[in-house]
């Protein structure tokens, strides 16, 4: 017998993880414990936290950028102050290396830079001085510091006319700005008092018109009030006339009238609102009729009640019967059964021992034939 390995169907796992998604989606959502009617204001408020901590978190991260930012930019700041002195400092060393070690006067070419403070100095022109000299050079200019010195002397007037120049211009500037100043002021001074008058004229507006706003009210409140008291006094003497009238007083002889061309006489429902003895019995004995009615229905239905009763007795009584039948013809077939079963479970015994004997003796018994075959069951 071989054996043999199938693949797994993916289709089939697909649909059995569906079905368990399905599954506990139906256990969700059936859960009497986890089934929220209306709004589910837990989830809510958890969200409305979600959403503060969320904020509140953006809050401490935007806190903490803004630190690393100040941070970095003072690192940056003294990192820019260090160079700065540090350059400061390479100069000022460079300077007084060069000063110190460096000088002009150490040099080879100090007695054509500087003459040796005098010693050499040359005031032959150019033209004379012939190529074995030694002294000027192709290119060398003899007369240069006189030149330079000449230009310093022009850049020096030149930056004093314009330092000056720049003086009186900052003056004027500085003139008209004290004027546009003083104009502002002017400006500004006027604006106040104008404002303030204006102000004055607006408080003035409203006292008066406070004033007319309070004297309307009181007006008013005197014309209610006025309105108020006459109405009070109609009320008053309208309560007095009804309460004196004959209705209150309820006068028979006034209710009476005669109602003219040959009618009899009626009576005013606004003079008295009684009942004569002759209405009063009418309407005693239609209520004693309605009474007696009443009763007549009241026994009829009863009689009705009876009858209901009695045949819904008799029907009962006739299913309790019914019933009854039913349950013997079920006692009499289960009699019956049961001795059905007993006598198969008896020829069931006898084939079992036959089967016994046949399987340990081998040996086919006559009388066990005999009796099998005769139904001595």
Same mark, same amino acid.
């Given at each position: 017998m071989y054996k043999v390995d199938l693949p797994v169907d993916q289709s089939i796992e697909k649909v059995e993880r569906r079905r368990s998604a399905e599954t506990a989606r139906k256990a969700r959502i059936y859960n009497t414990r986890l089934r929220v009617m209306g709004l589910d204001l837990d989830t809510l408020n958890q969200q409305v936290q979600e959403k503060k901590h969320q904020q509140h978190m953006e809050k401490q991260r935007d806190k903490a950028f803004e630190k690393l930012r100040k941070f970095q930019d003072e690192a940056l700041l003294l990192q820019d102050i260090g160079e700065k002195e540090k350059r400061e400092a390479l100069h000022v060393d460079?300077?007084?290396?060069?000063?110190?070690?460096?000088?002009?006067?150490? $040099?080879?070419?100090?007695?054509?830079?500087?003459?040796?403070?005098?010693?050499?100095?040359?005031?032959?022109?150019? $033209?004379?001085?012939?190529?074995? $000299?030694?002294?000027?050079?192709?290119?060398?200019?003899?007369?240069?510091?006189?030149?330079?010195?000449?230009?310093?002397? =022009?850049?020096?007037?030149?930056?004093?006319?314009?330092?000056?120049?720049?003086?009186?211009?900052?003056?004027?500037? =500085?003139?008209?700005?004290?004027?546009?100043?003083?104009?502002?002021?002017?400006?500004?001074?006027?604006?106040?008092?104008?404002?303030?008058?204006?102000?004055?004229?607006?408080?003035?507006?409203?006292?008066?018109?406070?004033?007319?706003?309070?004297?309307?009210?009181?007006?008013?409140?005197?014309?209610l009030a006025e309105q108020r008291r006459r109405e009070e006094s109609a009320n008053l003497a309208e309560m007095w006339h009804t309460m004196t009238s004959d209705l209150m007083t309820e006068c028979a002889e006034a209710a009476g009238g005669q109602a003219g061309g040959g009618r009899p006489e009626h009576v005013l429902p606004d003079r008295w609102k009684g009942m004569s003895s002759e209405q009063l019995s009418a309407i005693r004995r239609e209520r004693e009729g309605q009474r007696l009615q009443r009763q007549r229905q009241r026994d009829a239905e009863k009689i009705q009640d009876a009858s209901w009763d009695l045949h819904l007795l008799k029907l009962s009584s006739e299913a309790e019967e019914e019933e009854r039948r039913a349950a013997e013809l079920r006692r009499a077939q289960r009699v019956q059964m049961d001795q059905y079963n007993r006598q198969l479970a008896r020829e069931q015994q006898a084939h079992q021992e036959y089967l016994n004997k046949k399987l340990y003796t081998n040996k086919p018994t006559k009388d066990y034939f005999y009796q099998f075959n005769t139904g001595s069951r």
């Open positions: 460079l300077t007084q290396y060069w000063a110190t070690h460096q000088r002009m006067e150490d $040099s080879r070419d100090a007695d054509l830079n500087c003459g040796l403070k005098g010693a050499f100095k040359i005031t032959l022109p150019e $033209s004379e001085l012939g190529p074995a $000299s030694m002294h000027v050079f192709q290119g060398e200019d003899i007369e240069e510091k006189q030149r330079r010195r000449e230009q310093m002397k =022009k850049t020096e007037r030149d930056l004093r006319a314009q330092m000056e120049d720049n003086e009186r211009r900052h003056m004027g500037d =500085k003139h008209r700005e004290i004027l546009g100043s003083r104009e502002l002021v002017h400006q500004d001074l006027r604006g106040a008092e104008q404002a303030a008058m204006e102000e004055e004229c607006r408080r003035a507006a409203r006292i008066a018109l406070n004033n007319y706003n309070q004297a309307l009210a009181a007006e008013r409140a005197e014309r």
